[in-house]
């Protein structure tokens, strides 16, 4: 056997010797070692054995979370030269002003050139000079989030889309100042543009919609919530293009969209897995009706409270032809009665239901709730709240029995929101 070596080979040692596996192991096959550690505590661990093994470990991160100013932002430039995914996102309880500042962008900008993922929400401090300073340095920039972000304008954005043409991942949720121009950008550079979140953001028009459909042909989530501008030509121009990538819609409170949308989603996106549309109150029954047959193997959330024309029929419809249907919020439909759920398990299928909205449903009684349970055997939440003909006393005196992991709530502020609940919708 060949003497055991030290110092990469530069003195031999008599066998049986004790070696430091610092002298054994060059760094290529430290990393090799780090590489191999799928659990980020034992990733952490790593960097406590000695300095060298933390200088690997920081060359060798891919993702941090921080809350730094520019000096601290320097140093961690040095130190983790591969970063890719940095998060400098606060709380939207707990922000705190100035947060992250233009100027500390303008230090990411120039020292992590390589970076793939930031994260801003609700950092306030941060203007459009700070937006372009990440337009113009980090053009492998491929998700960006800016919600809350309330200074930032047409001017900071435009650069970022023009910039960053790897751009996928865009959110501006609340960014009022945020106009066509935006949209026009995006469909000129940004042809890779797979998420685009932009809710609150109430100047944008069906014109702007209509040209990023032109030049971002591949978008698979969209959220457009409270933009009050939106109509039935942007909504059906995106459901046209981007028919076999669509998945997730988001169009709460877009009080102009109305059954030509819904109808344009049934024809041509039937991958559709998630559609809000709460508060869209001119959507009928029919469009509800085409969309449960188009998109019946594939729709998995539904979101239509505040509909008030809704009835019976489309809802039976919905039930039992979504076989994948796991969250359903039907709040505020008056025009709900127990015949909605009387016929539901004809499909054919056990159903697969696990959030029910059903809050403020003036029509709904006991005798429905007990038709719906069933059917729906995996239900996790139910909201029962300001339901007139529904009580816990009735449903106990009724004998029902809902699943033994299910909540059920029938009282308390119709402004709460569940954290499972978000998930859905």
Request: some cysteine.
């Amino acid at each position: 056997m060949a003497p055991a070596r030290l110092d990469g080979g530069d003195r031999p040692q008599e066998e049986g010797a004790r070696i430091c596996i610092n002298d054994a192991l060059t760094d290529d096959e430290l990393r090799a070692v780090f590489a191999r550690l799928e659990k980020e505590e034992e990733r952490d661990l790593f960097g406590l054995v000695c300095k060298r093994w933390l200088r690997l470990q920081s060359s060798e991160r891919r993702r941090l979370r921080a809350r730094a100013g520019p000096a601290m932002l320097r140093r961690m430039t040095d130190r983790f030269p591969g970063l890719l995914e940095l998060d400098l996102s606060q709380s939207a309880s707990r922000s705190f002003y100035p947060g992250v500042t233009d100027s500390d962008l303008a230090v990411i900008a120039a020292g992590f050139r390589n970076l793939r993922v930031l994260d801003l929400q609700n950092c306030k401090g941060v203007t459009d000079v700070g937006m372009i300073s990440l337009g113009n340095d980090l053009p492998s920039l491929q998700s960006l989030d800016v919600s809350q972000c309330r200074k930032i304008t047409d001017k900071g954005l435009v650069a970022v889309a023009l910039g960053c043409s790897s751009l996928k991942r865009l959110h501006v949720a609340g960014s009022k100042s945020v106009t066509d121009e935006l949209l026009k950008a995006l469909s000129k550079s940004c042809s890779c543009l797979e998420d685009l979140g932009l809710a609150g953001c109430n100047n944008i028009t069906d014109t702007g919609l209509s040209a990023l459909a032109d030049g971002c042909r591949y978008i698979n989530s969209l959220d457009i919530s409270k933009c009050t501008k939106i109509g039935e030509i942007g909504v059906s121009r995106i459901a046209e293009v981007a028919s076999s990538s669509l998945k997730i819609l988001k169009l709460l409170d877009c009080f102009r969209v109305g059954d030509e949308s819904i109808f344009s989603l049934s024809h041509f996106c039937h991958n559709l897995e998630t559609l809000v549309i709460g508060g869209c109150r001119d959507v009928t029954d029919e469009p509800i009706k085409a969309l449960s047959l188009a998109c019946c193997g594939s729709l998995r959330s539904l979101r239509m409270d505040w509909c008030l024309n809704i009835t019976d029929s489309s809802l039976n419809s919905v039930l039992s032809n979504c076989r994948h249907l796991a969250a359903l919020d039907i709040g505020c439909c008056d025009k709900l009665t127990d015949l909605a759920f009387q016929s539901v398990g004809m499909g054919g299928f056990e159903s697969q239901l696990k959030v029910l909205k059903m809050s403020n449903c003036m029509k709904i009684t006991v005798s429905g709730v007990g038709s719906m349970l069933k059917f729906c055997k995996s239900l996790e939440y139910v909201d029962l709240r300001s339901c007139p003909h529904i009580t816990r006393l009735g449903c106990q005196q009724a004998g029902l029995q809902f699943p033994e992991c299910c909540k059920t709530n029938y009282d308390g502020s119709l402004s709460e929101n569940e954290t499972m609940v978000d998930v859905f919708f």
